[in-house]
């Protein structure tokens, strides 16, 4: 696929830019410097024609503080495989030595490049960008991505610079969020699982700002690895950036079908871990737990079974969900987790037929239940099931009782039992037969 870097210094509207031709709000905007430090990656589609987009942290060639320099590591990354560079400079600001430091740099890489002048807003702004042609180009493409100015011609050439394609098919792909708290190696697992250094990994917390996308292919199906922030405590958020990223974590928890909670082994599970996994398990997706830094543990032959009963512990209500031990550093067991994603993500779109599921509630699950609560008549009159990711199902009951919690959970277990639903939620509404206001209780 084409591909398409948009570069620069910092604090000059690249991610704004990366917002509206994505047309999304992938990228976190603020006017703190320095909020974007990974490569965010992003499909595009403009006169039927699709590229990749790729937004990068802002250059700082000279910096060799450990944030800055990796960031140019990343960006240099991006120069390297585009077709088509986006050189973004402030037009109100005006020609700056660092602009020409990375203008020298683009040049340096051989790459076609497109001039691109942003906050051009005003009239006197767009009589002031003649300065530019000091850098020796023919033509720059002056615009004010935060008001969709000069948008069109810019979208205009990059389309006319790309080639002709077939027509493209549409693929399924697992979407898979990465979440968890700071500095648990959510970044160091997507790269091995990568096979390369695609994200920035430092022991600083908070390295990790936006949610970056990741598609690749994994024993021919199509995944797509959503690296998230680290979240934090509330109250422990105190940077606008960190909070919009805090945000987009959440929003990436609602938008995957899988979610790997990354935990570390070494500081064992803690209340922030559980609340992070609630977040994933209210929204319905599939759990994976991941136990990261395994390496780093002293073992016996009751290791594992003693820390996987700690961690169920503290998180009894992903019960459902498996645990993996990994060690992202050595590369144990990583891509057994693809295989537990891809297991999640078909056990979530498990449809049972109506007349089948309630054969199985008759037969199996109504007298097992009879026995084990009350003499009563089971009182079930049918159910059926609405919904897929995570499968619901609602019951229609007799009178005007809804069944005790201890039954629904028994009910779920028999469905896992025969059904089996791996690592996914099930979710039971309740509609009693009698006139009920508001909406059906919920168990899961």
Same mark, same amino acid.
């Given at each position: 696929?084409?591909?398409?870097?948009?570069?620069?210094?910092?604090?000059?509207?690249?991610? $704004?830019?990366?917002?509206?031709? $994505?047309?999304?709000?992938?990228?976190?905007?603020?006017?703190?410097?320095?909020?974007?430090?990974?490569?965010?990656?992003?499909?595009?589609?403009?006169?039927?024609?699709?590229? #990749?987009?790729?937004?990068?942290?802002?250059?700082?060639? &000279? &910096?060799?503080?450990?944030?800055?320099?990796?960031?140019?590591?990343?960006?240099?990354?991006?120069?390297?495989?585009?077709?088509?560079?986006?050189?973004?400079?402030?037009?109100?600001?005006?020609?700056?030595?660092?602009?020409?430091?990375?203008?020298?740099?683009? #040049?340096?890489?051989? +790459?076609?490049?497109?001039?691109?002048?942003?906050?051009?807003?005003?009239?006197?702004?767009?009589?002031? $960008?003649?300065?530019?042609?000091?850098?020796?180009?023919?033509?720059?493409?002056?615009?004010?991505? %935060?008001?969709?100015?000069?948008?069109?011609?810019?979208?205009?050439?990059?389309?006319?610079?790309?080639?002709?394609?077939?027509?493209?098919?549409?693929?399924?792909?697992?979407?898979?969020?990465?979440?968890?708290?700071?500095? *648990?190696?959510?970044?160091?697992?997507?790269?091995?699982?990568?096979? %390369?250094?695609?994200?920035?990994?430092?022991?600083?917390?908070?390295?990790? +700002?936006?949610?970056? &996308?990741?598609?690749?292919?994994?024993?021919?199906?199509?995944? =797509?690895?959503?690296?998230?922030?680290?979240?934090?405590?509330?109250?422990?958020?105190?940077?606008?950036?960190?909070?919009?990223?805090?945000?987009?974590?959440? =929003?990436?928890?609602? #938008?995957?079908?899988?979610?790997?909670?990354?935990?570390?082994?070494?500081?064992?599970? $803690?209340?922030?871990?559980?609340?992070?996994?609630?977040?994933?398990?209210?929204?319905?997706?599939?759990?994976?737990? *991941?136990?990261?830094?395994?390496?780093?543990?002293?073992?016996?032959?009751?290791?594992?079974?003693?820390?996987?009963?700690?961690?169920? =512990?503290?998180?009894?209500?992903?019960?459902?969900?498996?645990?993996?031990?990994?060690?992202?550093?050595?590369?144990?067991? *990583?891509?057994?987790?693809? %295989?537990?994603?891809?297991?999640?993500?078909?056990?979530?779109?498990?449809?049972?037929?109506?007349?089948?599921?309630?054969?199985?509630?008759?037969?199996?699950?109504?007298?097992?239940?009879? #026995?084990? &609560?009350?003499?009563?008549?089971?009182?079930?009159?049918?159910?059926?099931? *609405?919904?897929?990711?995570?499968?619901?199902?609602?019951?229609?009951?007799?009178?005007?009782?809804?069944?005790?919690?201890?039954?629904?959970?028994?009910?779920?277990?028999?469905?896992?039992?025969?059904?089996?639903?791996?690592?996914?939620?099930?979710?039971?509404?309740? +509609?009693?037969?009698?006139?009920?206001?508001?909406?059906?209780?919920?168990?899961?």
């Amino acid at each position: 696929m084409y591909k398409v870097a948009i570069v620069g210094r910092p604090n000059i509207g690249k991610s $704004t830019l990366f917002n509206r031709l $994505t047309r999304t709000r992938k990228a976190l905007v603020g006017s703190e410097p320095g909020i974007t430090r990974d490569r965010l990656l992003e499909e595009a589609e403009w006169d039927g024609k699709r590229f #990749q987009l790729i937004d990068t942290g802002g250059i700082v060639p &000279d &910096d060799r503080d450990t944030i800055p320099e990796k960031v140019l590591e990343q960006a240099e990354i991006a120069i390297s495989e585009a077709d088509l560079i986006l050189l973004v400079m402030d037009a109100r600001a005006g020609l700056t030595p660092l602009d020409q430091e990375v203008f020298s740099l683009i #040049q340096s890489s051989g +790459r076609e490049f497109l001039l691109v002048l942003n906050k051009v807003d005003t009239p006197r702004v767009e009589d002031e $960008t003649y300065e530019f042609y000091r850098l020796g180009v023919d033509q720059y493409y002056p615009i004010s991505a %935060e008001h969709n100015l000069g948008i069109d011609d810019l979208i205009d050439e990059i389309v006319s610079r790309i080639p002709e394609s077939g027509e493209r098919v549409e693929e399924e792909e697992i979407r898979i969020a990465v979440i968890g708290r700071p500095n *648990v190696g959510k970044s160091s697992l997507v790269n091995r699982i990568l096979g %390369e250094e695609r994200l920035i990994v430092s022991e600083i917390a908070g390295t990790t +700002r936006d949610a970056v &996308d990741s598609v690749f292919r994994y024993q021919g199906q199509r995944f =797509r690895l959503i690296d998230t922030a680290g979240i934090r405590r509330k109250g422990r958020t105190r940077m606008k950036a960190e909070k919009l990223s805090v945000v987009m974590a959440r =929003r990436s928890i609602k #938008q995957a079908d899988v979610v790997f909670l990354v935990l570390d082994a070494v500081e064992g599970a $803690t209340r922030l871990d559980a609340v992070i996994g609630g977040y994933a398990h209210d929204a319905g997706k599939s759990i994976i737990i *991941v136990v990261n830094k395994w390496d780093l543990i002293e073992k016996d032959t009751h290791t594992a079974a003693r820390v996987e009963s700690e961690f169920r =512990r503290r998180m009894k209500f992903l019960d459902y969900a498996p645990l993996v031990f990994v060690s992202a550093l050595s590369g144990q067991r *990583v891509f057994k987790l693809l %295989e537990e994603a891809r297991r999640a993500f078909e056990g979530s779109r498990i449809r049972i037929p109506t007349a089948e599921l309630n054969q199985f509630l008759q037969d199996e699950v109504g007298p097992a239940m009879i #026995q084990r &609560d009350s003499p009563r008549k089971f009182p079930l009159k049918y159910a059926v099931q *609405v919904a897929v990711g995570p499968p619901t199902i609602v019951l229609f009951l007799r009178g005007s009782t809804k069944l005790h919690f201890s039954t629904v959970r028994f009910l779920i277990n028999q469905l896992r039992e025969r059904y089996g639903f791996p690592a996914t939620p099930i979710r039971i509404l309740q +509609r009693p037969s009698s006139k009920w206001k508001g909406k059906p209780k919920v168990a899961t």
